[in-house]
């Protein structure tokens, strides 16, 4: 299989996630309730994270999609093969733990498993983190 395709899979997930955090840093409310938890004592309402809190991911969201790009891009010969290597490697553990869950609310293995987001991390956002992982592998 042609190593771009993995990068360009990873490459689009990044960006979408990185300006969906941005809309939510800056305000915005839609799917809200379907890309945060929910705790026991407000089960209809989504615990939003604080403004640094998605400030934070963000930031590493768009530097893991810089990387991605970077891999494919002309600027590719700036970064060496050591650190592309180590650089997915060290995606896909991170993605791999996010989709493995050593957390309480997410991951495969959560131990909070009721509300909307427990479900759709069950079977949306914990598959997603496996694929970026295997995709990270694979390029």
Same mark, same amino acid.
């Given at each position: 299989m042609n190593p771009l395709y993995p990068i360009l899979?990873?490459?689009? @997930?990044?960006i979408l996630l990185t300006f969906l955090h941005v809309y939510w840093l800056m305000g915005g409310k839609t799917g809200a309730?379907? *890309?945060?938890?929910q705790i026991a004592r407000h089960i209809h309402k989504p615990e939003i994270p604080s403004k640094q809190s998605l400030l934070i991911r963000a930031l590493l969201l768009g530097?893991?999609?810089?990387?991605?790009?970077?891999?494919?891009?002309s600027?590719?010969?700036i970064l060496k093969a050591d650190t592309i290597t180590w650089g997915n490697r060290t995606i896909a553990f991170l993605f791999?733990?996010? *989709?493995?869950?050593?957390?309480?609310? @997410?991951?495969?293995t959560k131990t909070?498993? #009721?509300? #909307?987001f427990a479900q759709i991390d069950y079977y949306i956002y914990s598959?997603?983190? @496996?694929i970026l992982?295997?995709?990270a592998l694979l390029a």
């Open positions: 899979f990873n490459l689009n @997930v990044f309730e379907l *890309a945060f938890h530097g893991i999609a810089l990387f991605s790009f970077l891999q494919i891009s600027f590719s010969e791999g733990l996010r *989709a493995l869950g050593f957390f309480n609310y @997410v991951g495969l909070y498993t #009721k509300g #909307k598959p997603i983190c @496996v992982a295997i995709c």
